[in-house]
């Protein structure tokens, strides 16, 4: 039977951490992907600091960026964003007073609420409180009135497709009463300029059709039963010189 070592039993009993075994886990390294969104090109994960882009496509000399973009996970858009464009974004502001929000936790007047601006660039959704912590959707659109400088719910006037869907019904209106357009819209109508019209002059003007069949209608009936009696009396004069000349 072997001697067992004094010093290292020795040293086991004086120093506790010795006596478990820890699981190291090993270290994350740096990883790189290529991505097509939100940028396309080549992002790195840096451990402890998290993805950046590094080399976008656009470039063709294949350098990295001296300062790489960092990227950040949007939980309201459910993608990722290059850091200025989420802080872009982002916007704490006041709310028109009657329309705040049951769920304000802020007692205190005045305080802003976080927002995010959407990809339309005019509907934007609250999803900080006061405090800066994150809300979770459903989400009610709202909108920035520069007038007031503070947010307020978004109204269909507010939505520019609402608008664009509305002018272009407007006009086709418009184009069906003919009472809007001109003959010079009219000519452009379609994208493409008027051409010149192929079709004979009797076609494109009706007025010369009507002329035309009213000169080749047949005379009226007054003037041919005195045509007609003209003819007859002449017809009789000539006999009766006959008869009335000897053999």
Known sequence: ????????????????????????????????????????????????????LTHPDETNDGQRLSNPIPVIYSRVLKR????PDYDDRKLYGLIVEGE?????????KNKAEGFFRLDDDVAWVRCWDCNGEFIPGPYELWCFDKRINRFRK???????????????RSIESS????????????????????????????L?????????????????????????????????DVMQEKAATPY
């Open 1 to 52: 039977m072997p001697t067992p070592n004094l010093f290292v039993a020795a040293q086991t009993l004086v120093s506790p951490r010795k006596w478990f075994k820890r699981q190291t886990t090993p270290k994350s390294l740096r990883r790189s992907e290529h991505w097509f969104t939100p940028v396309p090109g080549t992002y790195e994960y840096i451990p402890g600091r998290g993805w950046y």
């Open 80 to 83: 990722h964003l290059l850091k």
């Open 100 to 108: 705040k929000p049951a769920d304000i936790k802020c007692k205190t």
């Open 154 to 168: 978004m109204l269909k006037g507010d939505d520019p497709q609402f608008q664009s869907r509305r002018s272009s």
């Open 175 to 202: 184009v069906r009463s003919g009472d809007v357009l001109t003959s010079a819209d009219n000519s452009t109508i379609g994208g493409a300029p008027s051409q010149p019209s192929t079709r004979p002059s009797s």
């Open 204 to 236: 494109r003007n009706p007025s010369l059709i009507t002329a035309s069949r009213a000169s080749t209608r047949p005379s009226s009936p007054v003037y041919s039963r005195d045509r007609d009696a003209n003819t007859a009396h002449s017809d009789v």
